[in-house]
């Protein structure tokens, strides 16, 4: 995905099916404040993600650690695994559920 371009105006995205590729080079756009994903399993260590992103959610195959997302501040709900377990990243950036 080296050279994806996403529209600056981008708010919200879904990676459906069976997309399971690695993100270390992809360059979101800072309007984006959802993120989705269905069938994705690697690491998101290296991912930069958007200022603005407000939720992100992975499907059932997400096995990674969601370490990364600490850094975003923006982030205040993900969906990891099973999407009845929603969990919630409060200010201080404790997880609860």
Do not use: A, C, H, W
């Given at each position: 995905m080296d050279h994806v371009y996403f529209p600056d105006s981008l708010e919200q995205l879904s990676f459906e099916?069976?997309?399971?590729?690695?993100?270390?080079?992809?360059?979101?756009?800072?309007?984006?404040e959802k993120l989705f994903f269905e069938e994705f399993n690697h690491s998101i260590k290296n991912v930069r993600f958007p200022s603005k992103l407000q939720t992100i959610k992975f499907g059932k195959m997400f096995q990674q650690s969601y370490e990364p997302l600490?850094?975003?501040?923006?982030?205040?709900?993900?969906?990891?695994?099973?999407?009845?377990?929603?969990?919630k990243i409060i200010q201080n950036h404790n997880i609860i559920n």
């Open positions: 099916g069976s997309f399971n590729q690695p993100l270390d080079n992809v360059q979101f756009p800072d309007s984006l600490m850094k975003n501040r923006s982030v205040n709900e993900f969906t990891m695994g099973n999407v009845n377990e929603i969990y």
